[in-house]
């Protein structure tokens, strides 16, 4: 059972143009969202996250929205750059046994034109 | 400030090899340690975590385990490796609610 979902495989977008990644959920328990960018053979790189008393979340180019009566969240990088290129993941967290576990999505490639 | 590693970064084993992969992290005390896999073509999926020395829990069952002998190491091992377990493996650590990953271990069972 798929708990995050990301239904886009792969996404194009042009240099300068907004790229718009998403991502749902099915658990009602996730309290917080997070964002990871990811270059081949390399760890995922924090980039932004959310709680989920939030609606929004802004740091620079990138802006996370929640919607929680749709269990979506989706990131925007405005204005694309060519380095933005890479495979992104969400991830949904819940405490769960005195921790927090990390459920990732399969992952959106992003490829910006110049 | 705090880092992760993990080692090695790459290695090819022949099935029914034994697997150690190792991971520790710095700067930090009693953190929380995850090992998560990325299969070609998919998405990260939770292996083992840990918060605690000696506690560890399974996500799914396979062909793999995991030990914490120490507060800031982690390991992955496996007695017989299959085919299957091919893959990149992904040692992270958590803290206020952001998990943060080590550079990864390709492992390609042959």
């Known amino acids: 059972d798929q708990q995050v979902k990301q239904n886009s495989p792969s996404l194009s977008v042009q240099e300068g143009r907004i790229s718009i990644l998403n991502c749902d959920y099915t658990?009602?328990?996730?309290?917080?969202f997070l964002w990871y960018k990811k270059y081949p053979a390399e760890g995922p790189t924090f980039l932004i996250s959310?709680?989920?008393?939030?609606d929004k979340n802004e740091d620079g180019r990138f802006t996370v929205f929640l919607n929680k009566s749709a269990k979506h969240l989706s990131l925007h990088i405005v204005p694309s750059q060519p380095g933005d290129s890479a495979v992104y993941f969400c991830?949904?967290?819940?405490?769960?046994?005195?921790?927090?576990?990390?459920?990732f999505g399969t992952g959106t490639r992003l490829k910006v034109l110049a | 400030s705090q880092t992760i590693h993990q080692w090695p970064a790459t290695l090819v084993q022949p099935v029914g090899s034994p697997l150690s992969l190792e991971c520790t992290v710095e700067?930090?005390?009693?953190?929380?340690l995850y090992w998560y896999r990325q299969a070609a073509g998919r998405g990260l999926q939770l292996l083992f975590y840990?918060?605690?020395?000696?506690?560890i829990s399974s996500e799914v069952p396979q062909n793999l385990s995991a030990s914490r002998p120490q507060d800031r190491q982690f390991i992955l091992s496996s007695k017989k490796l299959l085919l299957s377990d091919s893959g990149f493996y992904l040692c992270?650590?958590?803290?206020?609610?952001?998990?943060?990953f080590g550079e990864g271990s390709w492992l390609t069972v042959v």
């Open positions: 959310i709680s989920s008393i939030k």
């Open positions: 992270a650590w958590s803290r206020r609610n952001t998990i943060y």
């Open positions: 700067g930090t005390s009693n953190p929380n």
């Open positions: 840990s918060v605690g020395i000696g506690q």
């Open positions: 658990n009602s328990m996730f309290d917080y």
């Open positions: 991830a949904a967290s819940a405490q769960t046994s005195g921790t927090y576990k990390y459920i």
